[in-house]
Nanobody, 115 residues
Framework: QVQFVESGGGLVQPGGSLRLSCVAS????????MGWYRQAPGKQHELVASMTSGGSTNYADFVKGRFTISRNNAKNTVYLQMNSLKPEDTAVYSC?????????WGQGTQVAVSP
């Protein structure tokens, strides 16, 4: 079982920035992939960005050029720098990891973008 400590969410005006952080612990397996999903009210859970332990990244089209994912493998930590935020980015953002025994998601942190 993987435990998560997620932080960095909050309320921001359109055009603003937030930085999400997530520390994963409790597993002996390598965190092959770390990333972020989000779910807005009434919408499906969707991948925002992910990063392999080797540094390869994957971004959803709706965040390309605005969000940047990074990770610290030694600290089992993943970050999401979110710039140029839009109201449609409002959602609960959940940390995600994938190991050889399966995927895991955190509880999430709320991001609200509003004037």
């Amino acid at each position: 079982q993987v435990q998560f400590v997620e932080s960095g969410g909050g309320l921001v005006q359109p055009g603003g920035s937030l930085r999400l952080s997530c520390v994963a612990s409790g597993t002996m397996f390598t965190l092959d992939i770390m990333g972020w999903y989000r779910q807005a009210p009434g919408k499906q859970h969707e991948l925002v960005a992910s990063m392999t332990s080797g540094g390869s990244t994957n971004y959803a089209d709706f965040v390309k050029g605005r969000f940047t994912i990074s990770r610290n493998n030694a600290k089992n930590t993943v970050y999401l720098q979110m710039n140029s935020l839009k109201p449609e980015d409002t959602a609960v953002y959940s940390c995600y990891v994938r190991t050889v025994v399966g995927p895991y998601w955190g509880q999430g942190t709320q991001v609200a973008v509003s004037p």
